[in-house]
């Protein structure tokens, strides 16, 4: 069946919620979401939004400390615009009722102020230590309403309609979308298509992302033929609760902004030796000094040390947290959280312009399956949802300019057609490839990684993806498969960059080129598919 929309959005997180609600006065609009409406990065986001509100920071400051952090990668043009445009967005999530946390000034109230790793200001934004979920239901809250918009929650993208125009221009003229609960792949035709499928945190063993973080809209867009970037720049969150029965649970930066301390299991303090910042120097340094440190003692975590703080203010500012903790038997204000890095934030992804524009006429990307140039090597804490409002916003600009211009999607549309029938015995086993994928990468392409892990890690992945294509192409489309198929690509397209940068920069540390090399690497790694169909068969 087809369905013909002005604007398809891939994603329901910040990024396409403040797309879906900007241009949504302009034509028909339709939110694909794999699983329910509040399934999103954004809902699990606990820091905040960097912005600059107090009249003792300054833009200035951020943009240095964007590009402190970012290690000589992030695009100043880039940086200056989005950090420049924060206020007014906060402003706007304001204006559409997000609650952010206020304290007491004189007889006024102020919106309360955080301070994150790599930052010199107290500029972060937050709503307790649940600013994603308190932005996902305000924006849900504003989308719900409008008449244009209707919201697909079950629904997962399979692939890019992409037709070659007689000029060689690639234009995207929508998806073929799964409906999960009846197995039916429709194809909605779309003027506009917007990626804001969030990361692809899945890749990975530990991770502090949510399940739908598959990598699917960057392995979309690669079938599809557009260009991807820095893609070896996987960030590493320092601090998720170890717990046999927690899954990667993120303890927030913020905590240690708060005052948290890193120690040894055997009770001391490191951080200090690594970085002069200590506990909160930038993510990299602080999730290396914790790998090193977990190495040379052969412990399988370290601790946070939060005991020596007020009770009642640690309570206040962190409840979710210190209720998650509860929930495994840890008081946080009577003893140290044990922690370990996790794969947090892909700060590479599919190249777009400062108006999420790809290589792809008519396709868009916005938030963390993006390429911007703002995050460089290593994301600057809490910057990422500061990027998704700013660049949801431009592209909307973009996409309402555009959409006045394109012609109708044409008629001739392929359907895609559903193959074979499912072998459950043979799903079964090609489903256990992706846990050999995650352990893969875990293992070889961590955060610390080398010549010889990447190719060991790259060959043995080729063999995996080879099983799993053939699958996916003899059988029915289901959702276990597409995601397998992605995280297997996604998983290539790391490594392949990862083995292209030789030197060590931001996020990607290899013990064969540990330095960082200026003269020839202050550059991005660029991958394109070189051969591909315009329209899956």
């Known amino acids: 069946m087809r369905q013909d929309i002005d604007f398809l959005l891939i994603g329901s997180g910040i990024g396409g919620l403040t797309f879906a609600l900007k241009v949504a006065e302009f034509g028909t609009v339709a939110v694909i979401t794999k699983k329910s409406r509040q399934e999103s990065s954004t809902n699990y986001a606990q820091g905040g939004i960097a912005a600059v509100i107090s009249s003792e920071d300054s833009f200035e400051s951020h943009i240095e400390d964007t590009l402190r952090v970012g290690a000589g990668l992030c695009k100043r043009r880039v940086v200056e615009q989005v950090i420049r445009e924060g206020p007014r967005c906060i402003q706007q999530l304001i204006e559409w009722g997000v609650r952010f946390s206020v304290v007491a000034d004189g007889s006024e109230k102020r919106l309360a102020l955080g301070r994150e790793g790599g930052h010199s200001h107290d500029r972060i934004v937050y709503s307790s230590d649940r600013t994603g979920a308190e932005v996902e239901n305000a924006l849900l809250d504003q989308v719900k309403n409008h008449p244009n918009i209707r919201i697909y929650p079950h629904h997962l993208a399979v692939d890019l309609v992409v037709l070659e125009e007689p000029s060689g221009l ?27 499928t969030g990361g692809c945190g899945h890749v990975y063993l530990h991770t502090t992302n949510p399940d739908i973080a598959t990598g699917d809209g960057i392995a979309m867009a690669y079938r599809a033929g557009a260009v991807v970037s820095n893609l070896e720049f996987m960030q590493f969150h320092p601090t998720s609760l170890y717990h046999p029965e927690a899954r990667s649970f993120l303890i927030s930066e913020a905590v240690r902004g708060f005052g948290g301390i890193l120690r040894t299991r055997k009770g001391d303090r490191f951080m200090e030796k690594y970085h002069p910042d200590g506990e909160l120097a930038p993510r990299d340094v602080v999730a290396r000094a914790i790998d090193r440190e977990m190495k040379l003692s052969g412990d399988a975590y370290v601790l946070l040390d939060l005991t020596g703080l007020d009770e009642k203010r640690l309570q206040e500012r962190f409840p979710y947290i210190y209720q998650r903790c509860l929930e495994y038997r840890i008081d946080i204000t009577q003893e140290p ?25 008519g396709l868009y990307a916005t938030g963390e399956v993006a390429c911007t140039g703002l995050h460089g090597a290593n994301r600057l804490a809490s910057n990422s949802l500061l990027e998704a409002l700013v660049l949801s916003g431009r592209a909307a600009g973009a996409a309402i300019d555009e959409i006045k211009r394109t012609p109708p999607p044409p008629r001739s549309l392929p359907l895609l057609e559903q193959k074979g029938k499912h072998d459950s015995e043979e799903w079964i086993l090609i489903s256990h490839d992706r846990i050999e994928i995650q352990r893969l990468m875990w293992d070889y392409v961590g955060i610390v990684r080398s010549n010889h892990r990447l190719v060991r890690a790259l060959r043995r992945l080729k063999l995996i993806a080879g099983e799993v294509e053939d699958f996916y192409h003899r059988a029915p489309v289901a959702e276990g498969i597409v995601e397998l198929r992605n995280l297997a690509l996604v998983a290539q397209l790391i490594i392949r960059s990862a083995t292209m940068r030789k030197e060590s920069r931001g996020l990607h540390y290899t013990t064969d080129y540990p330095d960082r090399d200026d003269r020839h690497w202050r550059r991005d790694t660029i991958l394109r598919r070189p051969k591909f169909r315009a329209v899956p068969a």
């Open 170 to 196: 690639l234009r995207c003229y929508g998806a073929y979308i799964l409906d999960v609960e009846n197995g039916q792949v429709d194809l909605f035709s779309a003027k506009i298509t917007l990626l804001a």
């Open 337 to 361: 959280i044990p922690v370990v890095p996790a794969a947090h934030y892909m700060c590479g992804g599919i190249k777009t312009t400062l108006e999420g524009k790809t290589s792809i006429a």
